[in-house]
């Protein structure tokens, strides 16, 4: 996993809204990156619902803001059509990103071991480096700690 103060990992993705989104061609503005488990479950649909209704404020503190999973675009598209959401959600499909972002573990429900995204958010500078990391994410209050960061850059 990338360390605060380090160099962001770069990376171009599939978006909805059928572009392509490449890291390093946003440098100049903080980028917050939420990555969650899967698109349409609990957590991670209060979790977008959340970052989505927050998006002008953190376009006016001046943060673009995108979630990752390892979901198809299809699924993203039908997940943000369905949930009305505003942000752009970003496909990982063969999980270099998430390697790359450390977010992709071990994880245990109910005595099962399973591989899966472990729920993070990275703040980025302007400058391309890490500001903050929030690990194992609660999603109460966080999209909301979140903007606080950004607004303190």
Avoid: Q
């Avoid at 698109?39 to 006016?60: H, L, M, Q, V, Y």
């Amino acid at each position: 996993m990338p360390e605060i103060s380090e160099k962001a990992p770069d990376f171009t993705l599939p978006s909805t809204g059928g572009t392509d989104v490449t890291l390093s061609a946003l440098a100049g503005a903080p980028v917050v990156l939420f990555f969650y488990p899967r698109d349409d479950t609990p957590g991670c649909t209060k979790e977008s619902i959340g970052f989505s209704e927050n998006r002008e404020a953190f376009a006016a503190a001046g943060a673009r803001v995108f979630g990752i999973s390892k979901d198809s675009i299809a699924s993203h598209e039908k997940f943000a059509k369905k949930r009305e959401l505003d942000i752009p959600l970003l496909s990982d499909e063969h999980g270099t990103t998430c390697e790359d972002y450390g977010v992709w573990k071990e994880k245990n429900m109910y005595g099962k071991k399973y591989m899966g995204i472990e729920r993070t958010t990275f703040l980025i500078a302007a400058d391309g480096t890490i500001a903050k990391i929030w690990n194992k994410v609660k999603v109460p209050g966080h999209v909301e700690a979140v903007l606080e960061e950004v607004r303190a850059l």
